[in-house]
């Protein structure tokens, strides 16, 4: 199923005005505190977030799974759905696949799949933490940490098959997140699994193309209970430092420990020129991967203020490649992934909001009561107009979700798919 | 130093307009989801949160303190502090007593004082936390909980104490906060201290007045660290209930455990009519006592959503008793209340703003994208405006921070008080 | 496969002298301090524990699953693993069914095997967290809450199905967890939601028995991460008062807050007579459902000194179900339960060797440090020795894990059973 | 006062017998797993812990204070007090001083005081999270972080006046426990925050003699309630890298998120070589300051496995520097800083018991259940005779805790110093 701009448009239609009203006031309020709400839209409008390979199905717990009608059952139609929602946001112009679950078949014609949606490769994601069929090794006991040779040169050679596949679509990073942990005391030796890991990542990043970069992600805890290798964002920063300059540190939101500081780390690795990629979604518990924006809203406001800073006055950093990583367990998950992308958006926009001179100054005199009335002032200040307007003037829908509903995509996804088609991967 | 009326009509002046056209755009755009904003405004200027004795001087932690210059030395200057905060934000109209720090000497002069600044006096606070000169017996084993009948009779007495000093001042509640709990394991016997607890808050509750409240407050740790005896809203709520129906639990927004659920609970206590008392303040890692929606604004606009809804559907629930309870560690104290205040009002006006009858039809219709739609689209709104009308209608000040510095309230009080002033209590 | 006591005592053999010795130097040792050495093992010998039907599989996350060769394919092979389990650590007499996983086809061979392998039938399980095949109603939003009255009818007559498969075994309880809640703010109703599962619970209850118990699981998340109806031991306990006397609340290990202190909830469950059910397992982050004691060991000693006076001084509470509920992930399911066995002896054991009378005596004085010393004298009491002697009076065997690999019980089930069994439910 | 060892060895007469029993059992068991008990009796009694000159004291917390009788109030009762537990324990034979709170006022007299008292001055420590009297500079606002240059400057200088106290005395390290951060959202900007302690730091490091060593100390919060400018190991790691060869991590047991898995850390750091220090206390909460093993035994003897792994197996780690940083609200200091001790040598004794090579052999052969038991094994035993040996030969007591009582040390104190001796410094 294919969306067209001549729909959105019409569905745009009898809001436009209500839109139109709204935006001229809020960009004429803006206005007196010299605020470029042009250069803002802008803004908005090039920021794009990839959409990985496996977040179009519906996810499940480890209790259960409740599927959803019209499931892509096949990479084009995975893609297609990211068609969808590029279509009507204009913000999703991007795809990332996950190896083996979405390996192509025929790669000029998912070049060209692409390509009629407007939609680049972004970071290839490889996977060590299942067993493949007919897979002569086990990740069972890890992978790139494993204590067996033979178990650590098959994950180091999938990461090289991984980086081979991304190069054929254009892809220019691999992502490697790592199950590898132990669940209990004694079961493994950290030092050793510390320096394996280290080790097989020089391999992999020395098999990478000399324009390609190397994400390195890191969890606390999950799938593995009692340790992971890459436990937090200093072992990520200390792996990435030991490969090499195009080795970079990737935060996943729902991936810290309870109360931890996410906006604190975003600087420090911006900073030190190392944060490469980020991975959005929100939680309450742990890795809960949930909508974004769905639990806690200002974090990610935070969040966005040291990306804004860091992108703007890091030079040493490049520009970080955006993805979202959350589980549809309950909503429709494209419907889902509009919601997520709206609640990026207006963090973003929000974020741009922050008067940092004045708030430069009011650090300098510590005046924390103003600090706070400053960051305050932006995030409570209802940017929707902006976000609007940002899609339309891109072809978007000014409420992607109504229209996504309006023009009946869901049923004609079931229509097209079947109502029990199911999601290949997870 | 007492703020005027026409100070405050005078500063405002110069914003007047700005507010009068948001206002109104905001008023009409809210008026097409047919929200009645008058009504909202309304309610609003009626909605007064009480501000206690201790919270007027700078507070500290465990490892110092940074005082802070005017710093009320006395009872009478607290409540000259409580009347200027309420003069600009109108949502400050009661004092909540702490004693033994704030046991008045003239009741006569002290209840003119607060009719002078239009103040009620809400519940008053007990402290059996510290030793006080000269008493018999030590809290250092605890007090509602010791194992000595002796101590456990002079923290009985002392509430009751404290109930008569309230009488005295139209108070019609007491609130009790137990620090009781023990260090580590084996150092109490918890079915020991736990029944201790209920027979002395038995005691308590009847010696009040037929017409008086009793507030039991939970928290999970601090000042002891392995255990505390009223640890949870399950605690407290079993201890009302067993004390009788004027018992009720009273919620501090930071005595929690990491990533509860608060506003679960709230509708739980309000359902069971048994929701008494709220204390406000914010946190990222425990009892931080921060200033109100300065770390998880939305939490708190999930949380009124409970209390908007138990205060409209359930009879079965007293009013509750408001109250900030934070510590200014680093910023001006007043500044900090009308921050906090602002964040309170902010959080009920969208709360209110919630379109219920949808939000119903679609939880029927398990329409989840739908009902996160609705809930976030309340709480995108911008209701500063609101805010700032509810104020004006009152005579309060446009932007109560603005208003605090242009009438130079801080170097008044200096000027009043010195630099040195050191605030009783805490 | 049944393993004979002739088996294990002959492998008993070489180790007897070895265990004799330290026996007799821990009890000459213990006797000084006027500890009866032989009631303590009789007490021991008589602690039985119950195991799921479900625990007898390898465990998975959401991320997938690594399998175990030889797993149970049905009802009564799962039955023989704790037979086995049972013949050499003599503590899980016990056998929990989850139903619809495990209902039996032919009662009466059941219950022969089970008299066969000297097994009761603990608490049965009813499960309304997935969807069954054929189902009319989808628990997806919820069962015993769901805003839907066919969707609760459907699952409270499950329970009651439940309870009649139950009875035709010899179970006298039911265990109900539910998954109940949402995931995102705004999906559902608190009050409504709450509501419902007490009308649900009722209908229940009312439909057990007269001899039957039920007991009201509580969990904080997973798999909703927003919300769970039933979040905490004071909901449980409210409801489980609301349904009636024979109604109790069921405390799993793994479903507490961070650093939620269980043994305090224990005490207070006991002192007011409604700890019903008890799941053990132990965790790190969340829920892990890892080997019982092998992360926080001392607080299960703890837990157990709690639950050691319940069951002596609090005659209102009965006699707990005692349940392992954790997920084999990574070991031998059998291993994994002998390893949880002893750690849960062993805590029994250790916790029973806390002079009280001492302690009652410490905590009076506020002896801290000495209260300190009692506990820990007893926890660093090596009572290895005792749980030897307590299975080998039963015909058990003195290392349950080392018999398990000596007797080749794994390898004899592969052979029985296949490389490639795969355990019926989860 | 000063405990003699002549007293100590009459007191021990008593138990000598029992001690001698237990030892020689517990001897030839453990010698059939030819584990040499002389050796591990010589390092248990080798291992020395540095007390802080703060620690005895009675602690507090923010809601107060109850003081203990006997209180030294000048430096030299300090280091009286220190030899006391250094008599009892043999184990405490370092103090580690705290400036300004501890600047001798006769040098030579002191260090004769330690050399009596058979101490050596280990750490020093800095304070810049207090305001000292007639200091021209605050840190309210930071210190080696702070935005103001003067501010900065004098917490710089401060610490190279700690340096040249510590030079007079005999220390080789000092100890930076940094408490800047901020307690709102955009108080202050991370990244400025971070370079002016890197650049701050680099000043001290490069301002010590050749043969000291710059120990870097990392919390998440408190007294901080958003963000501490070092706010994890990979913060004071990355400090340490930039500050050059002599410059270390140090952990403190108390100073992290919930449920960091700090052995993982200890392993990392000293993999690499930048594990300076050790601060030993138990928390349950956050940073509770309890006597160390009083709630998490287990925990802190994994940690201890990684540090004796570290010890033998990474020559590029310098032996670490030990010291107790615990808050004695409750106990009498002494006494908790002896439990802390006997808590410290338990887990050191237990982790030596470890087989290491068997636990090599299982992790190569991915035997989870068998790493688990040989873990577990090790930490069953009752290692008490061993500690006691080790005392003993060195002239400590058998029971240091008995001993202190049955010597009257704090009846003594009391007579000495009087009822109302209030310690210097917090």
């Given amino acids: 199923m294919i969306v067209n701009k001549s729909d959105i448009a019409s569905d745009n239609q009898k809001s436009l005005q209500d839109h139109q009203d709204k935006f001229d006031f809020l960009s004429n ?217 195009r080795a970079y540190t990737l935060v996943d939101l729902g991936h810290h420990l309870p109360n931890t500081n996410i906006e604190q780390i975003v600087a420090t690795l911006m900073l030190k020129g190392k944060l490469g990629g980020f991975h959005f979604n929100d939680s309450k518990y742990g890795d809960d991967d949930l909508t974004v924006g769905s639990i806690k809203p200002y974090a990610l406001f935070l969040i966005f203020n040291e990306l804004v800073q860091g992108m703007q006055h890091n030079p040493q950093n490049p520009y970080p490649a955006w993805m979202i990583d959350a589980s549809h367990n309950i909503k429709d998950p494209l419907e889902d992934l509009i919601q997520s992308l709206e609640a990026i958006q207006e963090a973003y926009a929000k974020a741009m909001l922050i008067d940092q001179n004045k708030l430069m100054e009011a650090q300098a005199a510590n005046d924390v009561t103003l600090c706070q009335e400053i960051i305050q002032s932006a995030y409570r200040t209802d940017v929707r107009p902006i976000l609007e307007k940002a899609r339309l003037e891109r072809g978007g829908a000014l409420s992607p979700i109504k229209a996504y509903r309006n023009l009946k995509v869901r049923e004609t996804l079931i229509k097209e798919r079947g109502l029990h088609s199911v999601a290949s991967g997870l």
Same sequence: chains 1, 2, 3, 4.
């Fill in 29 to 245: 309020s803006l206005a007196k505190s010299e605020i470029n709400v042009d250069d803002l839209v802008n803004k908005l409008a090039d920021f794009q977030v990839a959409i990985p390979s496996w977040a179009l199905g519906a996810g499940g717990t480890r209790f259960g799974r409740f599927s959803y009608g019209g499931e892509p059952g096949t990479l084009e139609q995975k893609m297609d759905d990211v068609g969808v929602i590029h279509s009507l946001t204009q913000t999703a112009g991007a795809i990332s696949l996950h190896i083996p679950w979405d390996i192509p078949t025929d790669y000029e014609a998912i070049k060209q799949k692409a390509a009629q949606h407007d939609l680049n490769f972004d970071a290839v994601n490889s996977n060590t933490f299942q067993d493949q069929k007919d897979a002569k090794e086990s990740y069972r006991n890890g992978s790139l940490s494993n204590t067996s040779d033979a178990a650590r040169e098959q994950a180091v050679q999938h990461n090289i098959d991984v980086i081979e596949i991304g190069e054929k679509l254009g892809s220019k990073s691999l992502t490697v997140w790592l199950a590898d942990g132990i669940n209990f005391p004694g079961q493994g030796n950290f030092q050793s699994a510390l320096q394996h890991t280290e080790d097989s990542l020089k391999k992999i990043y020395n098999s990478m193309p000399e324009d390609w970069s190397l994400f390195i992600e890191y969890k606390p805890y999950e799938p593995n209970f009692y340790s992971t290798v890459i436990q937090d964002w200093g072992t990520s920063f200390m792996l990435a430092n030991a490969c090499g300059d």
